[in-house]
């Protein structure tokens, strides 16, 4: 046996033993070895924060590149008002699509605009069923990039 096997199965056993007979079951504290070991794992469940993500799907070309199909996504924490979220991932979407005509892009489309409720990497997914050929482009992190415009106005 591994040896994080065997220390889960001590504490479980420790703990099927504390709560054993009549009486006041005793308080058992795990050392911090073995909460670091679960973290470091992955198998102690933490709550992680609800996303939302906005999508653009570009067809685009440059005088060096042929037509190709890219997703840009930008991803933002579901604070309640969804709304909000939309609008401020939307905002990040057009800056970064501005910012890849002046650069890189001589010719872009906007093919579709997706939004939803769940992570990106969950929507890129969805998206690769209906476009086979769409590459990644980028995941943008649309907390950060609407916070720094609101701090320079």
Known sequence: MKPFTITLAVALIASTFAFAGSGNPSKIVFP???????????????????????????????NN???????VFAQGTNNGDLSANFTAANTVLEKEKKHLKDFFYTKIKTTENVTAATECSMLYKNIQVKYQDVKLYDVLDADALSNSHIAKK
């Open 32 to 62: 911090r070895a073995f909460t670091s070991a679960l973290k470091e794992k992955k198998l102690l469940f933490e709550a992680s924060a609800a996303k939302v993500c906005a999508c653009q799907i570009l067809r685009v070309a440059s």
């Open 65 to 71: 590149e042929q037509e190709k199909l890219i997703a």
